[in-house]
């Protein structure tokens, strides 16, 4: 079964930028739309972001124009290029395939802590 390892996380002041990445341990983001969650404490998870098939991207209003999802099929591994951080964005970052059946296992995330 395949398995993701989300990494890239820290603790970055506001307005910083982090790059998380996720790879993955077989050739999935050719098959699957991909997306970035994220779970703030006391809160669901979230999807933030997500890189379809062709390459094209769609985000959340609460992160669009700060974050970029990409990918390198070759290595199989994702990215999520985070700037303008702010305090909200606090949260542990999880990647996942979209409408995999059976759903993929998560991983164990990355923390992303942001200070004011």
């Known amino acids: 079964q395949v398995q993701l390892v989300e990494s890239g996380g820290g603790l970055v002041q506001a307005g910083g930028s982090l790059r998380l990445s996720c790879a993955a341990s077989?050739?999935?983001?050719?098959?699957?739309?991909m997306g970035w969650y994220r779970q703030a404490p006391g809160k669901q998870r979230e999807l933030v972001a997500r890189?379809?098939?062709?390459?094209?991207?769609l985000y959340a209003d609460s992160v669009k124009g700060r974050f970029t999802v990409s990918r390198d099929n070759a290595k199989n591994t994702m990215y999520l290029q985070m700037n303008s951080l702010k305090p909200e964005d606090t949260a542990v970052y999880y990647c996942?395939?979209?409408?995999?059946?059976?759903?993929?296992?998560w991983g164990q995330g990355t923390q992303v802590t942001v200070s004011s």
């Open positions: 890189i379809f098939r062709d390459g094209s991207t």
């Open positions: 996942n395939a979209i409408g995999a059946l059976p759903p993929l296992p």
């Open positions: 077989g050739s999935i983001f050719s098959r699957f739309t």
